[in-house]
């Protein structure tokens, strides 16, 4: 049977945790032959969304083109994880609705542990007014309504949240003979 695709569509504030289990997710499907890509909201800025900004436009023009690759993907049998902060619910709808096996996954953690993680250093500059724009200080975040996964990384470790994804894209028939991850391992 031929192999099918799916979109892996991490969505949360910055730093609750999607480049770290989205990476991890990839790493453990690649070890089991799964043909996986990547689009990270970081990455993709720096290539295919160079020169967009943080209004709700641009975040807009962002999210639909990272969906419109990551349905190029998925619809040609390859699992594709994207990792951006996407705040707006409306458009990860619109994704929802028009692409192939569109996951979403809430990657939620409280803004409180978000900026006391701090990973790099945005929270205090949004705070100290440097930075404009900023998810969950000055700008919106619209957290999903009805997820088909919702990791919470201030309760789980990357581990269990793994697990939990490579749980459900078991359910669904999207990958077979997995076995979990076990932490004593
Ligand atoms: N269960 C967990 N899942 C994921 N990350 C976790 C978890 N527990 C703790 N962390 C830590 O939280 C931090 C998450 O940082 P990460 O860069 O993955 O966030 P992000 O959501 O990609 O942020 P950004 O939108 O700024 O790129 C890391 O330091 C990671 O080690
Ligand atoms: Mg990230």
């Known amino acids: 049977m031929r192999q099918q695709g799916a979109i892996l569509w991490l969505t949360g504030l910055s730093g609750a945790g999607k480049t770290t289990i989205a990476c991890a997710v990839?790493?453990?499907?690649?070890k089991q032959n799964y043909p996986v890509e990547l689009l990270d909201g970081d990455i993709v800025r720096t290539?295919?969304?160079q020169g967009?900004?943080?209004?709700?436009?641009?975040?807009?023009?962002?999210?639909?083109?990272?969906g419109f690759v990551a349905n190029l993907?998925?619809?040609n049998g390859i699992i594709a994880i994207a990792a951006a902060i996407s705040p707006y619910r409306e458009i990860r709808e619109e994704l929802k609705?028009?692409?192939t096996n569109f996951i979403e996954i809430y990657v939620d953690a409280p803004l409180a542990v978000c900026e006391s993680r701090?990973?790099?250093?945005?929270?205090a500059k949004a705070k100290a007014g440097q930075i404009q724009h900023f998810t969950g200080i000055s700008d919106p975040y619209e957290a999903p309504i009805n997820p088909e996964i919702i990791c919470q990384t201030d309760?789980?470790?990357v581990e269990q949240c793994?697990?939990?994804?490579?749980?459900?894209?078991?359910?669904?028939?999207?990958?077979?003979g997995w076995h979990m991850l076990s932490e004593n391992k």
Do not use: P
């Open 97 to 99: 609705q028009t692409t």
């Open 162 to 176: 793994v697990n939990q994804v490579l749980h459900y894209l078991e359910t669904q028939g999207l990958i077979i």
């Open 52 to 66: 967009l900004g943080f209004s709700k436009q641009d975040r807009d023009i962002n999210v639909r083109r990272i």
């Open 47 to 49: 290539h295919l969304s």
């Open 118 to 123: 701090d990973v790099k250093g945005l929270y």
């Open 73 to 75: 993907l998925s619809r």
């Open 26 to 30: 990839a790493q453990e499907l690649q």
């Open 155 to 157: 309760r789980f470790t």
